[in-house]
């Protein structure tokens, strides 16, 4: 089935932008392509075509609106203020309705981040196929290990805050959970974690056009971490999501559910400047890690936290701040997938700059806050940690062996 329509995109949305083109250098597409067609402006250009009846939504137009990241970095560079990330979802939505994004095989797999159990398999499984190089180099997996870490455990009683565990994090950086319980834990709160319907948030789904499965994703979200309780989120993207189900269901409960949802690193940077818990925070160790801040698109132009990754890395870490104004790395939920040979384009960039901020150094780690992000530049060589892991090291013992990092 096709649609000559895009009827989630709002006229009034299209209508805010009045072509001035200052989008451009920020958008990563463009950036590698030159292409009017692969920036905000070419693409906003093919919605009010399609709107106004001038232009058929053909292949090449599909693919012009399925090679945006989604990044959302046109979104703070532009004056006019455009929405560009809700009139790209509701393209997106448009179009995997109709099956002309977001193939099959890659909504099937979509669907089974819900079942933990079974990703919590595929860990092992994968790392045996990578080590027989059957892994797709596409898939821009890092070098996996072959066993699943201890899973959290909540603390007894009514948790003072929520830890989301979530479904990739979950699975293949279990670690960076360990390291916010065990802060939240040093500062005295009592922590919770969510049963089987926080397996999932759906911002993949959301990434994917897959919209029904988002809201359905959502709604199982918000039962489960019921209360008051701040609900603390260590992956940018899932935290993006999760502060914007307001705008997704459109009702004062998921308004109040999103208001719950703090960023690891907001979390943070809020207690380390409240004077009765920043001592229990201090650095104990003498060594001081020099860091290479990467800063997640999901951090910086939606949530926009990234003043707090360097509120808490300055105190306890040399930082090196990146020249390239925040540009994306390409990784994009399953962007790298879909659209591999743009996305490493994208990737070589960001990987240039790093690497020339490291100067040859390899004890120079790049701090980054999503695990998608984290997993494309590992998969290029580059050593990356979360920014909560490099805190948490600088003021707790080395965890023994065996347990999560
Ligand atoms: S999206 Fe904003 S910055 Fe880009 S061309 Fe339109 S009005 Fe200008
Ligand atoms: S979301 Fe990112 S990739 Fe898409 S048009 Fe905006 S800047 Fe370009």
């Given at each position: ?10 006229p009034?949305?299209?209508a805010?932008?009045v072509?001035?083109?200052l989008?451009?250098?920020h958008?990563?597409?463009f ?9 905000p ?8 075509g399609v709107a106004?009846g001038?232009?058929?939504l053909?292949?090449?137009s599909?693919?012009?609106?399925d090679t945006c990241i ?6 703070p560079?532009?004056p006019?203020?455009v929405?560009y990330?809700r ?10 309705r ?10 099937v797999?979509?669907?089974l981040l ?6 919590l ?6 790392a045996v196929?990578q ?14 290990s ?6 959290l455990?909540a603390?007894?009683?009514e948790?003072?805050?929520w830890i989301?565990t979530?479904?990739v994090?979950?699975v ?11 802060l939240a834990?040093?500062?005295g709160?009592r922590?919770?974690i969510p049963g089987?319907e926080?397996?999932?948030?759906g911002a993949l789904h959301t ?12 709604e199982r979200?918000?039962?489960s ?9 260590d992956s940018a993207?899932c935290?993006?999501?999760m502060?914007?189900?307001g ?9 109040m ?18 004077d009765?818990i920043?001592?229990?925070l201090a650095p104990?160790?003498?060594e001081?890690p020099?860091?290479?801040i990467?800063?997640?698109c ?6 926009k936290?990234h003043g707090?990754t ?6 306890r870490?040399d930082?090196i701040?990146l020249?390239?104004d ?8 399953a962007?790298s997938l ?6 490493e384009e994208?990737?070589?960039r960001k990987?240039?700059v790093?690497e020339?901020?490291?100067?040859g150094?390899?004890d ?5 806050a999503n ?5 494309f530049?590992a ?11 490099i805190v ?7 965890r023994?062996?065996?347990v999560?990092?």
């Amino acid at each position: 089935m096709t649609s000559s329509r895009l009827a989630s995109v709002s006229p009034d949305d299209i209508a805010t932008c009045v072509g001035c083109g200052l989008c451009l250098p920020h958008c990563p597409t463009f950036r590698a392509t030159g292409e009017e067609a692969l920036s905000p402006r070419g693409r906003i250009a093919i919605m009010k075509g399609v709107a106004d009846g001038h232009l058929r939504l053909d292949a090449e137009s599909v693919t012009f609106l399925d090679t945006c990241i989604q990044c959302r970095a046109c979104e703070p560079a532009c004056p006019s203020g455009v929405p560009y990330g809700r009139m790209i979802e509701g393209a997106k939505t448009d179009l995997a309705r109709t099956g002309r994004v977001s193939p099959r095989w890659l909504r099937v797999g979509l669907s089974l981040l819900r079942h933990h159990r079974l990703l919590l398999w595929s860990r092992p499984l994968l790392a045996v196929a990578q080590r027989l190089r059957l892994v797709p180099r596409r898939m821009g997996l890092p070098r996996l290990s072959w066993r699943n870490d201890a899973p959290l455990r909540a603390v007894t009683g009514e948790p003072d805050v929520w830890i989301l565990t979530g479904c990739v994090m979950d699975v293949w950086q279990r670690g960076t959970h360990r390291s916010v319980a065990e802060l939240a834990e040093r500062v005295g709160l009592r922590h919770g974690i969510p049963g089987p319907e926080g397996s999932c948030c759906g911002a993949l789904h959301t990434h994917a056009g897959m919209h029904d499965e988002s809201v359905r994703l959502a709604e199982r979200t918000m039962r489960s971490m019921p209360g008051h309780a701040p609900i603390i989120v260590d992956s940018a993207g899932c935290g993006a999501a999760m502060k914007e189900y307001g705008r997704l269901l459109d009702t004062d409960e998921a308004r109040m559910f999103s208001a719950r949802v703090v960023d690891a690193v907001e979390w943070l940077a809020t207690l380390m400047d409240r004077d009765d818990i920043a001592p229990l925070l201090a650095p104990t160790r003498s060594e001081t890690p020099t860091v290479v801040i990467q800063d997640p698109c999901h951090h910086r132009h939606v949530q926009k936290v990234h003043g707090a990754t360097r509120r808490v890395l300055r105190d306890r870490a040399d930082v090196i701040e990146l020249t390239d104004d925040g540009l994306c790395c390409g990784a994009g939920g399953a962007y790298s997938l879909l659209h591999p040979r743009l996305a490493e384009e994208v990737r070589d960039r960001k990987v240039a700059v790093i690497e020339s901020a490291r100067a040859g150094r390899s004890d120079i780690v790049v701090a980054s806050a999503n695990p998608g992000c984290s997993m494309f530049l590992a998969s290029a060589g580059l050593p990356v940690r979360h920014p909560v892991d490099i805190v948490r090291d600088t003021i707790l013992p080395a965890r023994t062996k065996g347990v999560a990092r």
